[in-house]
């Protein structure tokens, strides 16, 4: 897979490069210094330098709506010249900040050959249709059709590349929603300036500034602070949860007087797979055992990090647990890791302890009655 990366990536950028040498030579120079392209500019920079400055959720980037505002109402070389000047202030928030170490690179590149794309998209599916002209109605329904596609086409361009640079599928199970919420405040942003604008003019791009680039540094900073929310409680590792977390959730559950099961489960023989591979193939184990028994849980069940190699899955349920531990064991076959030319076949121990939610029970207790389980089935394998 790795080796369409290089292809892929002077495709696109090439692609990029003809729009816009299209534009410069075989076609009369329009652009357009007035004062709704300074806004919008202006809106562009702050909002991209917003963006990197506090977070990297794509979600709250104004770009996409900016991008397809422009493409309504400049020539698209005005939006060629938006596109390329807010990339590069969003790049220098990002050298500023030590998170890049240059302006100018292959990502780069590859960013605005992609905006200048998914623009000239966006252009010519607004010229096909006479946009200016159609009701109300029905620029209503055009603008969300085209936010949709525009979302669409920038995920394919964007994970497509991810997936060929570092060889595993960046087309993950949660890009469904990754691009409901992203297409939602596209559609939100783009209505707004759109309908502002051909109201009241510059004017309301104005007030739209004034009122939606703290809208985006709200929800900026909410994401941020839901980003460390989870990095508290996360195991930086594996994402499996932390031993905070896992403490404060048997303490809950034991006060509320709320049924659970808890496995305890210790991998065998970790040592001599640090030893034999090396510690970064055993941090590759932890990872791989993590995301393999994350697919055996609900929504509302979880795994702990314990401690080292030794881990807890907390159901909410006694019935689910009893099950649960029946299909690990079924499944222990399937707990196979090949990486760097070695397949590594791993197994783990199992021992499980349920609360019914009747009487009063304590921390200790669960965990002793765990730890003596496991003993159990330790010395009995």
Not at 58 to 84: N, Y
Not at 129 to 136: A, E, R
Not at 191 to 198: H, I, N, R
Not at 275 to 281: F, R
Request: net charge neutral; hydrophobic share 45%.
């Amino acid at each position: 897979m790795k080796k369409l990366f290089m292809p892929y990536y002077i495709l696109i950028v090439t692609l990029g490069l003809l729009i816009i040498t299209n534009e410069l030579m075989f076609k009369k120079i329009h652009f357009e210094l007035s004062t709704t392209s300074i806004i919008i500019l202006i809106m562009a920079i702050i909002s991209e330098t917003i963006y990197y400055y506090f977070t990297k959720n794509t979600s709250v980037t104004l770009s996409s709506s900016i991008i397809i505002f422009s493409t309504m109402e400049l020539p698209f070389l005005s939006v060629i010249g938006v596109v390329l000047c807010f990339v590069i202030f969003g790049r220098i928030s990002g050298v500023l900040r030590k998170e890049l170490k240059q302006v100018v690179d292959m990502k780069w590149l590859f960013n605005s050959a992609s905006f200048v794309i998914t623009a000239k998209f966006s252009s010519l599916v607004l010229q096909k249709l006479d946009f200016k002209y159609l009701s109300n109605v029905d620029q209503v329904i055009v603008i969300f059709g085209l936010c949709m596609c525009y979302v669409l086409l920038n995920f394919i361009l964007t994970y497509t590349v991810i997936s060929l640079s570092t060889g595993e599928n960046a087309f993950k199970d949660q890009m469904f929603s990754e691009f409901l919420v992203f297409s939602f405040y596209t559609i939100m942003f783009t209505s707004l300036l759109w309908f502002g604008y051909s109201s009241y003019g510059d004017i309301s791009l104005l007030f739209l500034a004034v009122l939606i680039i703290p809208l985006q540094r709200s929800i900026v900073m909410q994401s941020k602070l839901s980003e460390i929310t989870q990095r508290l409680i996360e195991d930086s590792l594996t994402s499996a949860y932390n031993r905070q977390y896992f403490d404060d959730l048997i303490y809950e559950k034991l006060a509320k007087k709320m049924e659970f099961s808890l496995i305890f489960l210790d991998m065998d023989k970790f040592k001599s797979i640090n030893d034999t591979y090396g510690h970064l193939t055993g941090d590759e184990v932890l990872m791989d055992l993590v995301s393999k028994i994350k697919s055996f849980l609900r929504k509302d069940d979880c795994i702990v990090r314990y401690g080292g190699d030794e881990f807890c899955i907390v159901t909410y349920d006694n019935a689910f647990g009893e099950i649960l531990m029946t299909l690990l064991r079924k499944n222990k076959s399937h707990f196979i890791l090949d990486t760097g030319g070695n397949t590594i076949n791993y197994s783990f121990t199992m021992s499980l302890v349920s609360y019914d939610g009747q009487g009063p029970e304590t921390y200790r207790n669960i965990m002793k009655q765990a730890d003596a389980n496991m003993y159990e089935r330790k010395r009995v394998s």
